[in-house]
């Protein structure tokens, strides 16, 4: 079993920056791709930026040139920088670990952009 903890959400100004942390514990042998999801109200849970084990990194289009994922194998953790923060990017933000073949979530984490 894996467990993630997310922190680092809140609420911020239009244009402002946020840093997202997602630490994993448990089994951690075997994760091969850590990423962080969101969820609007109203809306699908959708993925925004993702990084495998290589280093190799994926984002949404909506997100490309604003946020950056990165990962710390030493501390089992992965971040989300967050810059030039929309409206449209307020939503509950899910960290994801994928390991054999399962998919594990944290608890998710709030962020809000006033506009």
């Known amino acids: 079993q894996v467990q993630l903890v997310e922190s680092g959400g809140g609420l911020v100004q239009s244009g402002g920056s946020l840093r997202l942390s997602c630490a994993a514990s448990?089994?951690?042998?075997?994760?091969?791709?850590m990423g962080w999801y969101r969820q609007a109200p109203g809306k699908q849970r959708e993925l925004v930026a993702a990084i495998i084990s290589g280093g190799n990194t994926n984002y949404a289009d909506s997100v490309k040139g604003r946020f950056t994922i990165s990962r710390d194998n030493a501390k089992n953790t992965v971040y989300l920088q967050m810059n030039s923060l929309k409206f449209e990017d307020t939503a509950v933000y899910y960290c994801?670990?994928?390991?054999?073949?399962?998919?594990?979530w944290g608890q998710g984490t709030q962020v809000t952009v006033s506009s």
């Open positions: 994801n670990a994928r390991q054999w073949g399962n998919n594990y």
């Open positions: 448990g089994t951690i042998f075997g994760i091969n791709t």
